[in-house]
C-alpha cells in the first residue's frame, strides 16, 4: 500500500519556525517528485511547494518565497518542509502528497495523499 504520513506540525507563535516531514511507505520517494499543499479553514486546498526527483524545486506561493523550503533525503526516504518566519496566515493543515506525472499546483494532479498535520501560528 502506497501510504505518505506528515509530521512536525503544532503551535508556533508569529515569526517562529517549523519542519514538516513526509515519510513514505510501500514505495521509495525518489521515484517521485513530492509535493506540500495545504487547506486553511474554509479554503481550497493549496499548493505550496513541490520537490522534483532532480532535487530542483518550486514554491507556489509568492507569500512563502524566501521563508519555506523544501527538501528530500532519499537515504531516509522522506521529503521536508522547513517553514521559517511563520505568520497566522500560514494556519492550515499542511499535507505532502505524490505527483502522478510531474510539479503542478493542480491538486488532481495528485495522489497518495497523506492525513495532513496541523500547523498553527498564534500568540
Known amino acids: 500500500q502506497l501510504q505518505l504520513v506528515e509530521s512536525g506540525g503544532g503551535l508556533v507563535q508569529p515569526g517562529g519556525s517549523l519542519r514538516l516531514s513526509c515519510a513514505a511507505s510501500?514505495?521509495?520517494?525518489?521515484?517521485?517528485?513530492i509535493g506540500w499543499f495545504r487547506q486553511a479553514p474554509g479554503k481550497e486546498r493549496e499548493g505550496v511547494s513541490c520537490?522534483?526527483?532532480?532535487?530542483?524545486?518550486?514554491n507556489y506561493l509568492d507569500s512563502v518565497k524566501g521563508r519555506f523550503t523544501i527538501s528530500r533525503d532519499n537515504a531516509k526516504n522522506a521529503v521536508y518542509l522547513q517553514m521559517n518566519s511563520l505568520n497566522p496566515e500560514d494556519t492550515a493543515i499542511y499535507y505532502c502528497?505524490?505527483?502522478?506525472?510531474?510539479?503542478?499546483?493542480?491538486?488532481?494532479?495528485?495522489?497518495?495523499w497523506g492525513q495532513g498535520t496541523q500547523v498553527t501560528v498564534s500568540s
Open positions: 502528497a505524490k505527483a502522478n506525472r510531474f510539479c503542478s499546483d493542480d491538486v488532481n494532479g495528485w495522489s497518495s
Open positions: 510501500g514505495f521509495t520517494l525518489d521515484n517521485y517528485a
Open positions: 520537490i522534483r526527483r532532480s532535487g530542483t524545486s518550486i
